[in-house]
C-alpha cells in the first residue's frame, strides 16, 4: 500500500532529488532510479525524461552536462564552487563549452549541449544519457538536407562534419516504429551507422514490410 502512494507521488520525489543537485554535484540517472528505489518508486528512463519535461514546463531549469562533473543538475542551486569553477572554465576556454550554439554545434568536437532541451519536436527523441548501455545512434547524413535533419533533430544531436559533402549525427533516440518511418522517409539522405545492434534491429523492420509487399 505505501508503495503505491509512494509510486504516485514519483514526480514529486524526482523534484526532490534534482533540487539538491548543482552544476558541481550533478545525479546521473542510475543514482537517481536509485533514490527513487529507495522511497518505494520503481521508474524505467523513458517515465523519468518525461517527468523531467514536465517539471521543465513548470519552469524548473533542468541541463545536463558532461565532463568531471557529468549527470543531471538544476541551475540556480549552485553552490559557491560551481560558480568558481564556472568563471574558471571560461577564462580558460574550456573545450567543453566553447559550442553551445547552433554553429558550434555543427562543428568538428562539439559536444552535447548543456542548454535545457526543449520539448521534443519528435516523440522518438531522448536527451543524452550518462550510461555506458545506451549509446547514441550515428546518422551519416546528406548536407543538402542539414536543414531539414537539423530542424528534426535539434539540439539533441551531437553533429560532426564529414568529407564528401556529408555530416555525422549522433542522438539518443527510442527506436520506435515512429523513428524507422521518419528515417525511412529521408531515404538515403539519412543513413543508420551505429550501434551494430541498430542497424539489425532496422533491417528486420525493413524486411517485415517488404514481406506485405511479396
Same mark, same amino acid.
Given at each position: 500500500?505505501?508503495?503505491?502512494? /509512494?509510486?504516485?507521488? +514519483?514526480?514529486?520525489?524526482?523534484?526532490?532529488? !534534482?533540487?539538491?543537485?548543482?552544476?558541481?554535484?550533478?545525479?546521473?540517472?542510475?543514482?537517481?532510479?536509485?533514490?527513487?528505489?529507495?522511497?518505494?518508486?520503481? *521508474?524505467?528512463?523513458?517515465?523519468?525524461?518525461?517527468?523531467?519535461?514536465?517539471?521543465?514546463?513548470? %519552469?524548473?531549469?533542468? +541541463?545536463?552536462?558532461?565532463? &568531471?562533473?557529468?549527470?543531471?543538475?538544476?541551475?540556480?542551486? *549552485?553552490?559557491? @564552487?560551481?560558480?568558481?569553477?564556472?568563471?574558471?572554465? &571560461? @577564462?580558460?576556454?574550456?573545450?567543453?563549452?566553447?559550442? &553551445? /550554439?547552433? *554553429?558550434?554545434? @555543427?562543428?568538428?568536437?562539439?559536444?552535447?549541449?548543456?542548454?535545457?532541451?526543449?520539448?521534443?519536436? /519528435?516523440?522518438?527523441?531522448?536527451?543524452?544519457?550518462?550510461?555506458?548501455?545506451?549509446?547514441?545512434?550515428? !546518422?551519416?547524413?546528406?548536407?543538402?538536407?542539414?536543414?531539414?535533419?537539423? *530542424?528534426?533533430?535539434? /539540439?539533441?544531436?551531437?553533429?560532426?562534419?564529414?568529407?564528401?559533402? $556529408?555530416?555525422?549525427?549522433? #542522438?539518443? #533516440?527510442?527506436? $520506435?516504429?515512429?523513428?524507422?518511418?521518419?528515417?525511412?522517409?529521408? %531515404?538515403?539522405?539519412?543513413?543508420?551507422?551505429?550501434?551494430?545492434?541498430?542497424?539489425?534491429?532496422?533491417?528486420?523492420? !525493413?524486411?517485415?514490410? !517488404?514481406?506485405?509487399?511479396?
Amino acid at each position: 500500500m505505501a508503495k503505491g502512494i /509512494n509510486q504516485k507521488g +514519483k514526480i514529486l520525489y524526482l523534484e526532490k532529488i !534534482l533540487r539538491e543537485t548543482s552544476e558541481t554535484h550533478p545525479c546521473t540517472m542510475q543514482e537517481i532510479i536509485g533514490r527513487l528505489q529507495e522511497n518505494g518508486v520503481s *521508474a524505467e528512463r523513458k517515465s523519468i525524461y518525461d517527468d523531467m519535461e514536465v517539471l521543465r514546463s513548470f %519552469g524548473m531549469d533542468i +541541463k545536463f552536462k558532461r565532463g &568531471k562533473y557529468t549527470g543531471y543538475y538544476v541551475a540556480g542551486e *549552485a553552490d559557491s @564552487e560551481s560558480v568558481n569553477t564556472s568563471t574558471t572554465e &571560461k @577564462e580558460s576556454g574550456n573545450p567543453e563549452d566553447s559550442a &553551445k /550554439n547552433s *554553429a558550434g554545434a @555543427e562543428t568538428e568536437g562539439s559536444a552535447f549541449s548543456s542548454e535545457p532541451h526543449k520539448k521534443a519536436k /519528435n516523440s522518438w527523441l531522448l536527451p543524452p544519457s550518462d550510461s555506458e548501455e545506451d549509446k547514441p545512434v550515428k !546518422l551519416l547524413c546528406r548536407n543538402k538536407k542539414k536543414k531539414e535533419i537539423m *530542424a528534426a533533430l535539434g /539540439n539533441y544531436a551531437q553533429y560532426k562534419e564529414k568529407e564528401e559533402d $556529408t555530416f555525422v549525427a549522433a #542522438v539518443q #533516440v527510442d527506436e $520506435t516504429s515512429e523513428f524507422y518511418g521518419w528515417l525511412t522517409g529521408m %531515404g538515403k539522405d539519412v543513413i543508420l551507422m551505429k550501434p551494430k545492434k541498430s542497424v539489425q534491429a532496422y533491417r528486420d523492420y !525493413l524486411k517485415g514490410i !517488404l514481406k506485405e509487399y511479396k
